[in-house]
C-alpha cells in the first residue's frame, strides 16, 4: 500500500499486514523502536495463564541469526534501553538507540520476530518459566495486600469477561511447554497482528526501506479476532482487605467504555479535575497522604479509579462517604469553564509534545491499533470535548449503583497478600 501522511508520521502497511508508523525528530540523536503485538494477557487460554508472558520473555533467547539473544546483540550497538511488556491486551518490544545503530536493531527486531520456533528448545522454555515465576513471586512479596486489585477486578468485571479471569499463576505457569509456546506464537504473532514504530532523526523514506528490507519476507496467519464484549452491569460491591500494614488505601471503581471512545477521553478529564479538587480539598488532613484520579484505557473497556493514600494508622473509612459527596457534587454541578478549559489543553497537548522523549512517542504510536486508533501524534478527541459532554459521560458510568469500593486496612495477624471481605452495596 502507498505511504500516507497523517500530521507528520508516515504510515505505510507491507503487502503482509505490518503496520509501520516513522516520524523523524531532528531534535534527538537516538531513535525509539517499538514494536507491539495485539495480544496480551487477557488472551492466555483458560489453565495456561502466564502464555503471553511466558512468550515476551522467549523473545530474548539466543537464535541462529542472533546468537548471543536480542538483547547482546542491540546493546552491542549502544542501545540505552531495551525491555518487554506485556499488559492485558498487548505485548510491546521497546529499545532506545543511537541513530547509528538504526538498522541493526531493525534487523535483530525482525529476526527474533521472524524465526523464534526455529530456533527456541524446551530447554529455553524451562529456564525462561523459572524467571517468570521469580516475577511472580518478587511482584507479590513487594505488595501488601496484592489481593486487593485482584478482587476488586472480579468485582468490577466478572469471570465471564477476559478482564475479570484469573491471572497467572504457579500451577498455570508450570503447566506451560514449548508445545503451548508454538500454537500461540503462531496464532497471534503474525505480522497483520503487530505494529512497528520508529521515531528518531533518519529520513523517514530511508527507515521505511530498511523495515521492507527486513520484515517485508515475515510471514504468518491473521490473528483470530476479539469478540467485541458489552461492559458488565455489576452489582456494587464494598470490599475490605485485611493485610499486615499500618497504612490503609481507598479505592473506588467503576467500568467505563474502551479505550479511544469520546466518553473515556470526557472522563480523563473528568477525572483530572475530580483530582484537583479532591487534592485542595485535602492539602493539609493529617490522615491523607495522597490523592489520585485516574483512568486505565484498555482495548475492550477501561476502568475510572479514585485512590486514596493514608497516613500511618489512621483509618480513612469516615472518608468514603464525604468523597462520594464531593463526586455526586461535581456531577451535578459540572466543572467551572475555567476548569474545563485548563484540562482539554493539559490533554490535548500531551499527546504531541515535542519534549517527549523518541521512546514515548514510539509506545504511543505502536499501541494504537491495539485500540482501534488512527495514527496522528496529537489526540482530536479532547478538542471535541465541552462541559456538557464531559458531566453527561461522568453521570452515564459513575453511577453509584455501578461503584465498587476497596480499603486496605490495617491487621497485625492478616496473611501478606490480605484477606478479603465481600459484600454488597444494594
Not at 513487594?142 to 468485582?155: C, F, I, P, S, T
Not at 506451560?176 to 497482528?193: A, D, I, K, M, T
Not at 499527546?351 to 486508533?373: I, K, Q
Request: overall charge negative.
Amino acid at each position: 500500500m502507498p505511504t500516507r501522511w497523517a500530521s507528520d508520521v508516515a504510515a505505510h502497511t507491507l503487502d503482509n499486514g505490518l503496520l509501520t508508523l516513522v516520524q523523524q525528530r531532528r531534535d534527538s540523536s537516538f531513535t525509539g523502536v517499538c514494536l507491539t503485538v495485539g495480544v496480551g494477557q487477557s488472551d492466555d487460554p483458560p489453565d495456561y495463564e502466564g502464555l503471553a508472558h511466558l512468550t515476551e520473555h522467549l523473545m530474548f533467547t539466543p537464535t541462529t541469526e542472533l546468537p548471543d539473544g536480542f538483547g547482546a546483540f542491540v546493546e552491542a550497538t549502544g542501545a540505552s534501553y531495551v525491555n518487554a511488556v506485556t499488559s492485558l491486551d498487548a505485548t510491546s518490544y521497546c529499545t532506545e538507540v543511537p541513530n547509528e545503530g538504526l538498522e541493526r536493531v531493525l534487523y535483530a527486531e525482525a529476526m527474533r520476530m521472524g524465526f523464534l520456533l526455529a530456533n527456541v528448545t524446551e530447554d529455553d522454555v524451562e529456564r525462561e518459566r523459572a524467571a517468570v515465576l521469580h516475577e511472580q513471586r518478587e511482584r507479590g512479596s513487594e505488595q501488601v495486600g496484592w489481593r486487593m486489585g485482584e478482587a476488586v477486578d472480579e468485582a468490577l468485571w466478572g469471570q465471564s469477561h477476559p478482564y475479570g479471569r484469573a491471572r497467572e499463576s504457579e500451577d498455570s505457569v508450570e503447566r506451560l511447554r514449548l508445545e503451548h509456546v508454538q500454537w500461540f506464537v503462531q496464532r497471534w504473532y503474525g505480522p497483520q497482528n503487530m505494529t512497528l514504530a520508529v521515531v528518531g532523526p533518519e529520513e523517514p523514506t530511508r527507515v521505511q526501506e530498511w523495515i521492507r528490507r527486513y520484515f517485508g519476507p515475515l510471514r504468518g496467519q491473521a490473528p483470530p479476532e476479539r469478540q467485541e464484549i458489552a461492559l458488565p452491569e455489576r452489582e456494587p460491591t464494598r470490599i475490605t482487605v485485611f493485610a499486615p500494614t499500618y497504612y490503609d488505601r481507598l479505592m473506588f471503581a467503576w467500568t467505563t467504555p474502551r479505550a479511544h471512545d469520546l466518553d473515556d477521553a470526557a472522563l480523563s478529564v473528568l477525572g483530572q479535575i475530580f483530582e484537583d479538587r479532591l487534592g485542595e480539598r485535602y492539602e493539609d488532613a493529617d490522615d491523607i497522604s495522597q490523592v489520585a484520579v485516574e483512568v486505565v484505557s484498555r482495548a475492550r473497556g477501561s476502568t475510572f479509579y479514585v485512590l486514596v493514600g493514608g497516613e500511618k494508622e489512621n483509618d480513612l473509612a469516615p472518608r468514603v462517604r464525604e468523597i462520594e459527596a464531593e463526586l455526586a457534587r461535581l456531577l451535578e454541578e459540572g466543572p467551572t469553564e475555567e476548569e474545563l478549559t485548563k484540562t482539554t489543553r493539559r490533554w490535548h497537548r500531551s499527546f504531541g509534545s515535542p519534549r517527549r522523549s523518541v521512546l514515548t512517542v514510539a509506545s504511543r504510536l505502536a499501541s494504537r491499533r491495539v485500540h482501534g486508533r488512527d495514527v496522528e501524534p496529537g489526540d482530536p478527541r479532547f478538542g471535541e470535548l465541552d462541559r456538557e459532554a464531559v458531566v453527561e459521560a461522568g453521570r452515564r458510568w459513575l453511577r453509584p449503583e455501578r461503584r465498587v469500593v476497596a480499603q486496605r486496612r490495617m491487621h497485625r495477624f492478616a496473611s501478606f497478600e490480605g484477606d478479603v471481605r465481600r459484600r454488597s452495596l444494594r
